[in-house]
């Protein structure tokens, strides 16, 4: 089971979308640096796709997204729930941001509209950094990634 510690509608995690972000608990990878640590610990609101639907319902007129901010220790629990907003909200982008080296192979890559893969390493720095080793990726309808580079911070 995954548990949703907290969500909030942001503007910044997925290119030009209004994305209800959903913040995963239990973070098996527990970076050095990271700007979430308690994210750690497993607590929070059991996610399945009841509360799911709450939570689209209760925003569906102002969001474009939903984004699952971790969930590395059930991915396909993640990719179960990406496969519900797909059938049943399919007008709703869909987003993972993992710590994985790379995408499971055992994820349907259909399911989602951007991925991003690759742990917080804090002398790499994050998406926005030049140096970053994470790297986020657009999702073809036909299954392909393209890799999209984020401004750099000062650009806002």
Known sequence: ??????????????????????????????????????????EGVPLDDHFLSLLIEKYSS???????????QAPRKIDALAAYIRQNHPD??????????????????????????GPYIAEKGGLRSATTNQKFYIVGKDGSLTQYRFPPKNCF
């Open 92 to 117: 709703l982008k869909i987003g993972w941001y993992s710590g994985f080296e790379s995408i499971p192979s055992d994820i349907r890559i259909e399911n989602f509209d951007y991925i991003k893969v």
């Open 1 to 42: 089971m995954i548990k949703c510690y907290n969500f909030d509608i942001v503007c910044q995690e997925i290119p030009d979308q209004i994305t209800l972000a959903l913040n995963i608990s239990g973070c098996p990878h527990q970076c050095v640096g990271c700007h979430s640590p308690w994210l750690w610990r497993d």
């Open 62 to 72: 102002g969001i474009t997204c939903v984004c699952f901010m971790g969930g590395d």
